[in-house]
Each structure stands twice: as structure tokens, then as C-alpha cells.
């Protein structure tokens, strides 16, 4: 299974940017898709998750409101479109797939993707 992130970019405060997820080797509409981030010094953490039937999504709190998680699966790609990005929003972000939902643990996802800095300026 490959996962390839793209989208990142440096962008100010109050911008916006999607990311997208291309995934190969599954059966990419049976599996939950879910996006995590990592700033530098900590620890990898939830952002959203999609369920492979896209009718449900979940949010971190941190996010909720500004971020939308979809996923288009006749192009086998996941979409994360961040808007009111805010510096804190600065990070790596990772895109995973697991078969449970829902799913917002690291240890839920089966395989991942190498991630995409996002570097929000104030």
C-alpha cells in the first residue's frame, strides 16, 4: 500500500490550502482515510477522519469549523481542504489508512503516508 501526500507550502495567516492523498495497492473505498499532523518537539496527532463511505466525519476539536476532510473514490485520493489557517496549524501532515470507524488513534491506521509541511506565518 502507498499513500503520497502533496499540497503543503508556506502560506500567512487566515490562508488556505488543500492537501490531497493518492493512494495505490488497496481497495482504497473500503478503508477509513484519516489525517494526522506532527509539529516539531511533539507528538503526532489526530486531525480528521472519512470513513470509506464518506457519509461521517470526525475533527479535532483544534480544527473543527476551519478543516473539511473528503475523499473522492473513483480517483482514489483523500482531500484535506484547511482554511483560517493559524501558526499553530504549522506542521507535517500525514495521511493513513485503517479498516476501523471510527478511527482516531495513530495505532488505528495500518499504513501511512511520508507527510507534507504545511508552515503557516503569522
Known amino acids: 500500500v502507498q499513500l503520497q501526500a502533496y499540497g503543503g507550502g508556506l502560506v500567512q495567516a487566515g490562508g488556505s490550502l488543500r492537501l490531497s492523498c493518492a493512494a495505490s495497492g488497496r481497495t482504497f473505498s473500503s478503508y477509513t482515510m484519516g489525517w494526522f499532523r506532527q509539529a516539531p518537539g511533539k507528538e503526532r496527532e489526530f486531525v480528521a477522519a472519512i470513513p470509506w463511505n464518506g457519509y461521517s466525519t470526525y475533527y479535532a476539536d483544534s480544527v473543527k469549523g476551519r478543516f473539511t476532510i473528503s475523499r473522492d473514490n473513483a480517483k482514489i485520493t483523500v482531500y484535506l481542504q484547511m482554511n483560517s489557517l493559524k501558526p499553530e496549524d504549522t506542521a507535517v501532515y500525514y495521511c493513513?489508512?485503517?479498516?476501523?470507524?471510527?478511527?482516531?488513534?495513530?495505532?488505528?491506521?495500518?499504513?501511512w503516508g511520508q507527510g507534507t509541511l504545511v508552515t503557516v506565518s503569522s
Open positions: 493513513a489508512t485503517g479498516s476501523r470507524w471510527p478511527a482516531l488513534g495513530t495505532y488505528e491506521y495500518d499504513y
